[in-house]
């Protein structure tokens, strides 16, 4: 039987420490939230991009129906295509839910906070749900049609569940 020679350690060959793997750990990790916060603002800036495109095309054609018929049309359940707007609302996305959740609805001739509005767009929450969306959403989305601030200009929160977007003042 031939012996066996027992096996040497090169030297340097030993396992990684317990702190060399710590800090590993802890790079990834940071890596990791930088990561996940990257993607968040790409979401959210999708969201808003998608949101903001919308509203300027529903704006446009309410806008046609107006100069077409002397009036805007008169106010529609969330969701539902408003009576006369077929034509200028056809390809959209006007019946299905926003990229930042509820519906799109029309109004017409509507005071908010006490001011006179001849026609808005709002997202509005429908049977009771809510806006999937949170303030950095919400004002993400402001800037990009308007001023930053959801008190106030052309689009502003009105409340937790309705935005509203100035067509014609």
Known sequence: MASRRPLRKLPGAGGFTLVEIMVVVLIAGILAVIAIQ?????????????????????????????QQFGAFPVTALPGVIP????????????????AIGGYFCWESNVT??????????????YKGESLTSDTAQLTDLD?????????????????????????DQ
């Not at 077929?86 to 926003?98: E, G, I, K, V």
């Not at 800037?143 to 067509?167: C, E, R």
Request: charge should be positive.
């Open 38 to 66: 990257g993607v968040r603002k790409i979401e959210i800036n999708s969201r808003s991009s998608r949101v903001a495109n919308d509203l300027r095309i529903f704006a446009s054609g309410f806008t046609a129906y107006a």
């Open 112 to 125: 908010f906070a006490g001011k006179h509005y001849n026609g808005c767009i709002l997202i509005e929450t």
């Open 143 to 167: 800037s990009k049609i308007d001023d930053g601030n959801l008190a106030k200009g052309i689009f502003f929160k009105q409340n937790a569940n309705h935005m509203v977007y100035v067509v």
């Open 83 to 98: 009576t006369g707007m077929a034509p200028y609302l056809q390809t959209s996305n006007w019946s299905l839910p926003t």
